[in-house]
């Protein structure tokens, strides 16, 4: 079965970075779009980034644009997102998640990792 | 960037009832539109793709209306376990982007 798995949130200070990670397994990998998306607490989900299968397309939110990184990795089936110059407001759980292709949604999600930004 | 606006925000229903959800996008985003339900400690659920398709394994009460600029999810008969925050979200260019929610209450 299709499977997101993520690790790499936690508490961090204003201004340092954090990496994500979401390991997929039970799909391929390589041919799949994938996004990230965050729910920051008590307000609703935000589209964070966009990487097309093979990694050579990208693309932010705004609020992201400059800071954070999407990557992937199709050798080790795993997703990647880094996030530089952090700021209380990016505090959120964050979620990687499979575009299903073509006219699909959003359809299968991972468990989701907290990333909270404060000094 | 396109906006998507909810309406209601917050909606009071009891079992049985017939729920409708609004959403209007401030440009045309033909049908790439899609619903997603929330729960509390729970990952979002694909409900309806493409305006109007049910997602695979989706209770044939969730459906989905509209193109253009104005859409609805509407669900037959609430049960129980449909008390959550229903979410639109366009992929019809980037940046993609949500509206702001729906919360569909016990009355």
């Known amino acids: 079965q299709v499977q997101l798995v993520q690790s790499g949130g936690g508490v961090v200070q204003p201004g340092r970075s954090l990496r994500l990670s979401c390991a997929a397994s039970?799909?391929?990998?390589?041919?799949?779009?994938l996004h990230w998306v965050r729910q920051a607490p008590g307000k609703g989900l935000e589209w964070m980034s966009f990487?097309?299968?093979?990694?050579?397309?990208?693309s932010y939110a705004d609020s992201v644009k400059g800071r954070f990184t999407i990557s992937r990795d199709n050798l080790n089936n795993t997703l990647y997102l880094q996030m530089n110059s952090l700021r209380p407001e990016d505090t959120a759980v964050y979620y990687c998640t499979r575009w299903g292709g073509g006219s699909s949604g959003l359809d299968y999600w991972g468990q989701g990792t907290l990333v909270t930004v404060s000094s | 960037d396109i906006q998507m606006t909810q309406s209601p925000s917050t909606l009071s229903a009891s079992e049985g009832d017939r729920v409708t959800i609004t959403c209007r996008a401030s440009q045309s985003i033909s049908g790439w539109l899609a619903w997603y339900q929330l729960k509390p400690g729970r990952v979002p659920k694909l409900l309806i793709y493409k305006a109007s398709s049910l997602e695979s394994g989706v209770p044939s009460r969730f459906s989905g209306t509209g193109s253009g600029t104005e859409f609805t999810l509407t669900i037959s008969s609430l049960q129980p376990g449909d008390f959550a925050t229903y979410y639109c979200q366009q992929y019809n260019s980037y940046p993609w982007t949500f509206g702001q929610g729906t919360k569909v209450e016990s009355k």
């Open positions: 990487i097309s299968f093979d990694g050579s397309d990208q």
């Open positions: 039970g799909f391929t990998f390589r041919t799949y779009a």
